[in-house]
């Protein structure tokens, strides 16, 4: 048992820091912008709130995050009453947000002056991972950081690995985006096709399903695509925010990404037509507008 705090309790932290507690036996403290998500989240599961990070941070060996974008990042972390103010010497602080790599460079750069470490982590598996306990978690920084979170962590991913230095598990996460966003487009261009031709979905989907062209988000998600039913699992307005970390990235590296560009700018149509908040498999309404 650790003594853990969670910083960030939205669709994603809240069963998260709840895993901590119901999987991992950790004794947890919370700290969310929206204390009464806090209040509700320690009468569910028993556990401690924080008014600020850095007193949710202090005397705790592990410190979790998962926020926003790069600006909720720092502003919990950096500052007076920022976690770092609060960090132990030899403490681990991991970060769940999807941000840039540059981002986790530089609260790695902090966390060392400071005397504590740092993971860079961000997640795959959207609501339905973080509620089953089973997310994917990639992971920059130092081997001896991640080698004492990993068991922490375990208590909601079913893969976790350590792919490099400060900023790797950020770089990580934006190949995923980067593959899920054309895979998408395709699926969605495919039932179109289908509707278009007359098939019925659900058999079309069982028998190409079981060949090369069978992906997660092909069995998890075609049956709201074909009913239309786009209100649940990973918001077309956070997809675009991944993606413009992975565009800014690549005009920094080097890389070519016409596909997920052209993709951004189909979600902003989808935006458009008022679908912020839908799921990201919306493309296809898209094609059906």
């Not at 976690?83 to 609260?107: P, Y």
């Not at 080698?147 to 934006?174: F, H």
């Not at 054309?182 to 031709?197: N, P």
């Not at 090369?212 to 786009?230: D, F, H, P």
């Amino acid at each position: 048992m650790a003594k853990v705090a969670f910083l960030g309790l939205g669709v994603m932290g809240f069963p998260m820091a709840g895993h901590l507690v119901v999987k991992g036996g950790h004794e947890v403290t919370v700290y969310n912008r929206t204390p009464a998500k806090a209040k509700a989240w320690a009468e569910k599961f028993k556990g401690k709130t924080a008014a600020t990070p850095k007193a949710a941070a202090e005397g705790q060996d592990f410190v979790m995050a998962c926020v926003g974008n790069d600006h909720d990042l720092r502003a919990i972390t950096i500052g007076a009453d920022g976690a770092f103010a609060g960090m132990k010497k030899g403490a681990t602080f991991v970060d769940h947000t999807t941000a840039s790599a540059e981002v986790a460079r530089e609260l790695d750069a902090a966390a060392s002056k400071g005397g504590f470490k740092f993971v860079d982590a961000p997640v795959s598996g959207g609501q339905a991972g973080a509620e089953n306990g089973v997310l994917t978690v990639m992971c920059g920084g130092k081997e001896d950081a991640f080698a004492g979170a990993e068991p922490v962590i375990a208590a909601y991913a079913r893969m976790c690995k350590l792919l490099g230095p400060a900023g790797a598990g950020q770089l990580t996460k934006m190949v995923n985006q980067i593959c899920i966003a054309g895979l998408v487009q395709g699926l969605s261009e495919g039932i179109h096709f289908a509707k278009k031709s007359g098939l019925d979905i659900a058999s079309v989907i069982e028998t190409i399903s079981k060949g090369a062209a069978q992906s997660w988000q092909m069995e998890n998600r075609y049956k709201a695509m074909n009913e239309g039913k786009y209100d649940f699992g990973f918001a077309v307005e956070w997809m675009r925010k991944d993606l413009s970390i992975c565009i800014s990235e690549a005009r920094r590296n080097g890389a070519h990404l016409p596909v997920t560009a052209l993709v951004d700018q189909f979600y902003s149509e989808v935006e458009k037509m008022g679908g912020k908040r839908w799921d990201t498999c919306s493309l296809l309404a898209r094609l059906e507008k």
